[in-house]
């Protein structure tokens, strides 16, 4: 994993200025993979976790 990881981080735009970069490269430092790979799993926990507590709590109902 970190053989992925440490080259998205090397290229997020935090890290350089993008005005010198190669379009293509710009692009991905632009979108920065780094922000989207942990705001991913933030969203879904912010999504899944009150649905599970919501289905827990209906469950021990019965």
């Known amino acids: 994993m970190s053989t992925v990881v440490f ?3 090397s290229v997020a735009s935090r890290y350089a200025p993008t005005g010198s970069m190669p379009s293509w490269l710009r692009l ?5 993979p780094v922000a989207v ?7 879904l926990t912010a999504v899944s976790a009150p649905l599970a507590v919501a289905a827990v709590r ?3 109902r019965d």
């Open 37 to 43: 790979s942990v705001a991913r799993p933030c969203l």
């Open 28 to 32: 991905i430092a632009e979108w920065n």
């Open 7 to 9: 080259p998205l981080t």
């Open 58 to 60: 209906h469950r021990s």
